[in-house]
Nanobody
Framework: EVHLVESGGGLVQAGGSLRLSCAAS????????IGWFRQAPGKEREGVSC????????YYSDFVKGRFTISSDSAKNTVTLQMNSLRPDDSAVYYC???????????????????WGQGTEVTVSS
């Protein structure tokens, strides 16, 4: 089983930046792909970004391309999501999730997830 803990959420003004972290622990936690999702009040959860555990490739949903960057620190078993140029519509609870490495990122971001973190809230004020 993999245990995921997010951190780094908070309140930021539009145009600002936040850095979210997802710390993974548990059996073979370094052998999973990690995805970031978000859910705003009254909306469905949506996939944001993914980092493949198989080959390190990254994937971004169109609405964050050029603004968000996903990366990993293998020594700390942590995946970060650097979020720049934040907009009020980026406000949501952000979740990280782990999936088996053979599942493609596009499929992961459609919900093919084995483990979820508890979420961290991001609020972007206008």
């Amino acid at each position: 089983e993999v245990h995921l803990v997010e951190s780094g959420g908070g309140l930021v003004q539009a145009g600002g930046s936040l850095r979210l972290s997802c710390a993974a622990s548990g059996s073979n936690s370094d052998e999973y792909s990690i995805g970031w999702f978000r859910q705003a009040p009254g909306k469905e959860r949506e996939g944001v970004s993914c980092l493949s555990g198989a080959d390190g490739t990254t994937y971004y949903s169109d609405f964050v391309k050029g603004r968000f960057t996903i990366s990993s620190d293998s020594a700390k078993n942590t995946v970060t999501l650097q979020m720049n140029s934040l907009r009020p519509d980026d406000s949501a609870v952000y979740y990280c999730a782990a999936s088996e490495v053979w599942i493609l990122c596009g499929t992961i971001l459609n919900g093919a997830v084995a483990y979820w973190g508890q979420g961290t809230e991001v609020t972007v004020s206008s």
